[in-house]
């Protein structure tokens, strides 16, 4: 598999420096020798070796990547540098940043989850673990009964995507499940730092707890069809929903 930085748009992407080159190299090297996670590398005399750097040059390689996640050091007796599986949730939190200035809106969001959830939810229809089913509804009993305050609706607006959160976790897929879960943390984040919670929304509370319930429904007897159908209404209903919360919120901030 190609490195994830292989450049496929730009004819002429930025210049990168000495130390950034070699970082690059070194992880085509990683690839192709089949390091896995885990794994020490060369000490650092035969880095220098390897790659015909100064050690300068090479040590602040292995910062670069480090700080990427896919190396990790360690001191002392056993100690050196080791292929590092980076996390979910560093994987997150780093494209997360790339979106930071984006200003995204729930219809950019909504667009790629009614795609790729209804898809998701034919896909695990009849393969979930009645563990599994039973944590959706452990979930979905967290708002049984409407919100009473703006803090009870913030922490079910959470809940209710931690709901879709597991399913994405489901996944055999690991790219699929990636993006959903990413997808519904960036919501779950949009929806508290832009306080879409408010105002209380009833019918949002009401038709997203329903549908979820028929879904968990549709995946325990393990018909996909009904899955995606009512994954794909449940997508479409919060939508037209949460567009309203964002106009309204967008309506008080301009008021104000």
């Known amino acids: ?42 000490s650092e005399p035969q880095m220098i070796e390897r790659f015909g750097m100064a050690k300068g040059t090479i040590r602040e390689a292995m910062r670069i990547l480090e700080a990427q996640g896919l190396v990790k050091s360690r001191t002392g007796p056993g100690g050196g ?71 009870e609706e913030r922490l079910q607006h959470v809940a209710s995507l931690r709901f879709h959160a597991l399913l994405a976790e489901q996944a055999d897929n690991a790219l699929l499940g990636f993006l959903i879960d990413f997808m519904v943390n ?34 325990r007897i393990g018909d996909p069809d009904t899955a995606r159908l009512v994954m794909r209404d449940h997508m479409e209903t919060a939508q037209r929903l949460m567009e309203t919360q964002e106009a309204e919120m967008q309506r008080r901030f301009i008021s104000e």
């Open 81 to 151: 540098t080791f292929v590092h599986e980076v996390s979910k949730e560093r994987a997150r939190a780093l494209l997360g940043n790339y979106f930071y200035f984006k200003n995204l809106t729930i219809r950019d969001i909504y667009q790629l989850r009614r795609v790729l959830e209804p898809e998701l939810a034919a896909l695990l229809a009849g393969r979930l673990s009645e563990d599994i089913l039973a944590s959706l509804e452990a979930i979905i009993r967290e708002y049984d009964a409407p919100a009473q305050s703006l803090e």
């Open 1 to 42: 598999m190609p490195p994830a930085t292989t450049p496929l748009t730009d004819p002429h992407p930025p210049r990168l420096s000495r130390p950034a080159q070699v970082a690059e190299e070194i992880k085509d090297w990683i690839v192709q020798e089949h390091f896995g996670a885990g794994d020490r590398l060369p």
């Open 186 to 219: 960036m919501l779950s984040d949009l929806t508290v730092y832009r306080k879409l919670y408010e105002p209380r929304n009833v019918e949002l509370w009401r038709r997203g707890r329903a549908f979820q319930l028929d879904l968990v429904h549709a995946l």
